[in-house]
């Protein structure tokens, strides 16, 4: 009897053990993807202009869940700020509004939204480029800083 004691003690202290090794590790990560969508077809193309409509070139342009959902943050950001329909943003009575009909046309701003090191990548985008001349600039580095703008909940206009 006692050595059965003994025995269910010790497979109970090694199960413990062994599961407080595996809480201890870090789970690898499952972004495994660290290079930005390439989207098939780009505005300016012929194959983009043989589409005719933009509904089919917003078909064109999806972003397969299985790659989104294993890219980095930062190669989701490029993804996101890479997005052929992203200026569509601009396109309402304001850019809050543009972004949220956006974000419902488009997982891949939906899915950098939900990271937890979201807001961390856009800031250091948004502080890498910060001291860029104006001339340098480009669509890309201003929508980024809308994001940010949107993701903070500081006014654009106060930032100005």
């Known amino acids: 009897m006692r050595n059965r004691m003994t025995t269910l003690l010790f497979c109970i202290s090694s199960l413990l053990a062994l599961w407080a090794v595996a809480v201890s590790k870090p789970p690898a990560s499952s972004y495994t993807i660290d290079t930005p969508y390439e989207f098939p077809i780009l505005p300016g193309t012929q194959e983009w202009i043989d589409l005719g409509d933009t509904l089919a070139r917003r078909r064109a342009c999806p972003v397969p869940d299985e790659i989104l959902q294993h890219m980095t943050t930062d190669a989701l950001l490029q993804t996101v700020l890479d997005y052929p329909f992203l200026s569509d943003m601009y396109a309402f009575n304001s ?9 419902r046309r488009f997982a891949g701003l939906w899915e950098f939204e939900h990271r937890p090191d979201y807001l961390e990548a856009l800031s250091q985008y948004c502080e890498q480029n910060a001291s860029l001349p104006e001339e340098e600039k480009t669509f890309e580095h201003y929508i980024a800083e809308h994001l940010y703008y949107i993701y903070t909940g500081i006014p654009y206009s106060m930032a100005s």
């Open 95 to 103: 850019f809050e509004q543009g972004y949220i009909v956006v974000r």
